[in-house]
């Protein structure tokens, strides 16, 4: 439903690193679990020292568009007086998709390392939407729970988490869902005495932002690192995990399961992942029977194989949400 299409550059942009970073945003069980989660940092030393201390806090996303993999909302938030010399003139923050995945990478560690300026005065959280989440949402009958609305609670969670810790923010700066002047509405309605700013390409406009993308990029490209954990020996890997990553999608091709598909990693509810389904899946649909009014029928009635494209993509689809006994949950970490 959320397929993107991207050129070759952007591809290697959306790339883990080889050995990349793994912050304490990426808890490995919940992670190979499909389970949504969010952490939440301590707040920093500068801003505990006084916290009557105004503060900026940017908000970003990564991994909406993927086939695989979580989708990351991360907010990251510092004293307004240090934004622009301790983000753009000293460490260069940027959008994660013009900085190298070593270059992120780094930038992370950095933040997460006792000692130093970023840890000592930046504070961020993470919320982490599992694949199976966003698919079982988006797929639910009672009325489909769509991307734009489970980001829109995931930054909510994020912004309320961060004031509960009674952290002064002055001004929340936001990459936009949809419109700007609409989103922006709503946040105002939900925190009426918060100043917001809502814009397109935010996150090379202000550098809060800009450090909330790194946060989500490299939370996003650790959890594919522990996914990629579950099937050892492939060295080729699934690459970026976008459709239009030919490694994506030849990974999806050779690990599919004829009636399960894959595991808590893919996004069931993607036009690739169904598709692959519907084309080679060769699994046995469900076919409920009229009642049998003298109640003779036999148990083995109710299960009939099918070539009917719809039943069978509906069993496949309902049966991956509990592939492995895996169930669908979520919870706070930090």
Known sequence: MEDQAFDSQDIALETPAEGVFRPPSVLSNSVRNGVSYSHISDIPAAVKADMSTE?????DEAGRGPVLGPMVYAVFYLPRTQEASLLS??????????????????????????GTDLHTTCGWAARLLSAQDISSGMLRPAGAYNL????????????????????????????????????????????????????????SLYPCVSAASVCAKVTRDAA?????????????????????????????????????????????SWGTAKELLEVKGDGAGVKWPADDQDGNGKMTDFFIATRSSRAREDYKIGLAFDYRGQGMSGGFSG
């Open 224 to 268: 594919l690192d522990v996914c990629a954990e579950s099937y050892p020996g492939q060295e080729e890997g699934w690459g970026s995990g976008y459709p239009s990553d030919a490694r994506c999608s030849s990974w999806l091709k050779r690990n599919m399961d004829p009636v399960f598909g894959w595991g808590s990693e893919c996004r069931f």
């Open 89 to 114: 003139q000293t460490h260069h923050f940027d959008d994660s998709k013009v900085l190298t995945p070593v270059v992120r990478s780094s930038l992370m560690e950095k933040l997460c390392t006792p």
């Open 148 to 203: 734009n609305a489970q980001a829109m609670d995931a930054t909510v969670e994020l912004i309320q988490a961060v004031l509960s810790q009674g952290v002064n923010l002055t001004h929340i700066y936001v990459d936009t869902i949809g419109k700007p002047e609409i989103y922006q509405k709503k946040l105002e309605r939900i925190f009426p005495s918060a100043k917001f700013t809502v814009a397109k390409k935010a996150d």
């Open 55 to 59: 503060c900026v806090l940017g908000i």
